[in-house]
């Protein structure tokens, strides 16, 4: 894929690179803390009935946005003769930049895992926290230092998406996935077997099938509506720029229902996994300090296992291939911003956006334990507080930016461009849209009067839904 407006080679390259998008470390490392602080099963019916109402119609809107404008994500909305929506776009412009700042450094982290794994798993196994935290710049000791091993990584792996982008080899990676698509939901299931029959892990079963909704309030509501659309990777108007590339005859509704069954199920298979792993390998005590989710709670099952140092390289290779076309996409869609806004050249802008990406990441790596930098942060529940500036980073993107760029998209769609068209653009491709109806009525009233309704109640009230 290029900035030109070239087209997926195939109804399978176009799917794989949709999915390799969705499914990246928001499936696996976001989505199970998020579940353990939203109660469990009252968090995961949320995001289910969000995917399905919301998360759905909107990655169909997207995907027919794109397509209609054959443009990237500000032009877009100029070129369908509504220039003053572009602000939607830039959000969504924005949104993904910052998401990428702290998304390479993660991915850094990954990578860092699977070095990790291969040359000294027993450290891994012995203190899984500590581990993770020495990575972070905070040591057994209690003291701190700048977290050279984390940011080493993060340079790593974001030169990495840099070379990938420029070699145009995007193509490759995402034939990877093909393969490595399965091989990581295998070993999900097999993970899962090892769960459930871990010391300790029934609680985090029994949690995960719950319903607390004293730890439900419209924050939490809020923070399932951001994580469903970033897991999708909707709402930052990427899927506008992958729609732009798909050709007239392919089915976006089926492929939409296809690409959230796939994101929702790796997502859900992974809370089934970590957080009881979790529950069986720090015990409830230390559960609060669950930053490191994916990366800690996994140490013990791996031990357990036949083979466990094996599974464990493998598990984190499939995790960092997962991030990879996750990231890629993203600096792929704002370098073709940047590309045809502003006339860069491809090289250039891709090569200063992963150094800016890098750099402003580090704030987030050392924010993690080892340098106290704070935001600041307003909601109906907790007042003011000063969480930590990597928290800070991605309320900025799952609570605000990413469900206005969601909802500006509703709304222009809904309302301005009309479902109409979005309906004719989905039929294109010759085939029925038996739920069009269905469609209408929930891109038109129901998605815009929700998210709206989410973000104010977050930010104005205290209740909680017990
Ligand atoms: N959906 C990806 C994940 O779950 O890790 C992250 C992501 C990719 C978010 C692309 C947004 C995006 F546009």
């Known amino acids: 894929m290029d900035n030109k407006r070239s087209q997926w080679g195939s109804r399978v390259g176009f799917i794989l690179a949709a999915a390799g998008s969705a499914v990246g470390l928001g499936n696996i490392w976001k989505f199970p803390g998020r579940a353990y602080e939203g109660g469990g099963g009252s968090f995961l019916l949320i995001y289910l009935l969000i995917v399905i109402f919301l998360g759905a119609p909107l990655m169909i809107t997207e995907l027919s946005v794109g397509r209609a404008s054959q443009s990237n994500i500000v032009s877009t909305f100029q070129r369908l003769g509504h220039k003053g929506y572009s602000w939607v776009g830039w959000i969504g412009v924005c949104g993904a930049f910052v998401i990428t700042c702290y998304y390479c450094h993660v991915g850094g982290w990954v990578l860092r895992y699977v070095f990790g794994y291969a040359l000294e798993a027993p450290a891994i196994y012995e203190d899984s926290l500590g581990y993770f935290y020495e990575m972070l710049g905070a040591h057994a000791d209690g003291t701190t230092s700048v ?14 998406n840099a070379v990938i982008i420029l070699k145009g080899v995007v193509g490759g990676i995402e034939r990877f996935n093909k393969i490595g698509m399965p091989a990581l939901f295998i070993l999900l299931l097999i993970l899962l077997a090892r769960t459930v029959t871990l010391p300790g892990s029934m609680q985090g079963l029994k949690y995960m099938l719950s319903f607390d909704w004293s730890k439900v309030s419209f924050s939490t509501i809020l923070a399932a509506l951001g994580q469903a659309f970033y897991s999708l990777s909707i709402g930052m108007a990427i899927m506008i720029t992958y729609g732009s590339y798909l050709p ?17 199920l790796v997502a859900v298979l992974a809370g089934f996994i970590i957080v009881p792993g979790v529950f069986a390998t720090l015990g409830e005590e230390e559960i609060g300090k669950g930053g490191g989710f994916a990366f800690v709670s996994l140490a013990k099952m791996f031990e357990s ?21 996750s990231c890629i996409s993203l600096i792929e869609s704002i370098v073709a911003f940047l590309t045809e806004k502003f006339s860069l050249q491809r090289k250039t802008a891709t090569v200063w956006l992963c150094l800016i990406l890098f750099a402003i990441g580090c704030l987030y790596t050392c924010s993690q334990a080892a340098v106290p930098l704070h935001g600041i942060w307003l909601d109906g529940t907790n007042g003011v507080t000063y969480p930590a500036f990597c928290d800070f980073m991605e309320y900025l993107t799952d609570r605000i930016m990413i469900p206005v760029c969601a909802l500006g998209c509703c709304i222009f769609v809904g309302w301005v461009w009309k479902p109409e068209k979005a309906i004719e653009e989905v039929k294109s491709c010759g085939a029925a849209f038996k739920l069009a109806g269905i469609y209408k009525i929930l891109i038109k009233y129901v998605a815009p009067v929700a998210i709206l309704t989410i973000l104010i109640m977050s930010f104005t009230s205290g209740m909680t839904l017990s």
Request: net charge positive.
């Open 147 to 160: 977290p050279w091993t984390a940011i080493g990584f993060a340079a790593a792996f974001t030169a990495l």
């Open 248 to 264: 007239k005859n392919e089915n976006i509704a089926k492929n939409t229902t296809l690409i959230c069954i796939m994101d929702t």
């Open 305 to 325: 296992m036949p083979g466990g140092r094996f599974f464990g390289v493998l598990f984190y290779l499939l995790l960092l291939f997962a991030a990879l076309t």
